[in-house]
């Protein structure tokens, strides 16, 4: 039974550049966060859908950062432009109940 | 704003021995505690969770126990060995608007010396 799948794995891009990270979640769930981890701030939820529609995006960090869910098995999370401030490892999760959170292995971002 | 604290942040000991990691959280509405265990450059792995009906719950070595008046939660690992380093997060619900999301702790990097 497959997880959460995330792509890419890891991301190398130049400050300024558009970035798309994707996320399919697990069948059947219909909750999909979005968090970014790194050392400094920890683990942060930065938006989460639940039926596909957008709950709460208070965690997104700027108008550079934007998330869709067009369909229940496909979310991307898009940073433009990126910057070296936004290196991180962002990791998708899915849920049933908006609670059991399983997460998928994250796309590791590095901005020049 | 709601937030939850994770102590320690680091915790070493000896393989064999027991290791507790301890949480606290600010919204007496928190209903649901998980914690999860994140090895280097893997992704978190939900290891045990708790609601705020059941006081304590056990899966082998590992166990939760929750205090709601206090607002304390603990994970206790027994009998440690060096699979289990890793860090350890804590989490807690909290209700934003209709629906609930988690609030996770800042994580406690566990290291068992064999």
């Known amino acids: 039974d497959a997880g959460v799948i995330q792509s890419p794995r890891h991301e190398v891009t130049e400050m300024g550049q558009e970035v798309t990270l994707r996320c399919k979640p697990i069948s059947g769930h219909n909750s999909l966060f979005w968090y970014r981890q790194t050392m400094m701030r920890g683990l942060e939820l930065l938006i989460y859908f639940n039926n596909n529609v957008p709950i709460d995006d208070s965690g997104m960090p700027e108008d550079r950062f934007s998330a869709k869910m067009p369909n229940a098995s496909f979310s991307t999370l898009k940073i433009q432009p990126s910057e070296p401030r936004d290196s991180a490892v962002y990791f998708c999760?899915?849920?049933?109940?908006?609670?059991?959170?399983?997460f998928g292995p994250g796309t590791r971002l590095t901005v020049t | 704003g709601e937030n939850v604290e994770q102590h320690p942040s680091t915790l070493s000991v000896q393989e064999g021995d027991s290791a507790v990691i301890k949480c606290t959280y600010s919204d007496s509405a928190s209903n649901y505690f998980p914690w999860y265990k994140q090895e280097l450059g893997k992704r978190p792995q939900l290891i045990i969770d708790?609601?705020?009906?059941?006081g304590e719950k056990k899966d082998q070595r590992i166990a939760v126990t929750l205090n709601k008046t206090a607002k304390h939660f603990s994970l206790h690992i027994t009998e440690t060995q060096p699979e289990d380093s890793a860090v350890y997060f804590c989490a807690a619900s909290i209700r934003g608007g209709a629906t609930n999301k988690l609030i996770f702790g800042t994580g406690t990097l566990l290291a068992v010396q064999p």
């Open positions: 999760a899915s849920s049933l109940t908006l609670l059991k959170q399983y």
């Open positions: 708790i609601r705020s009906n059941v």
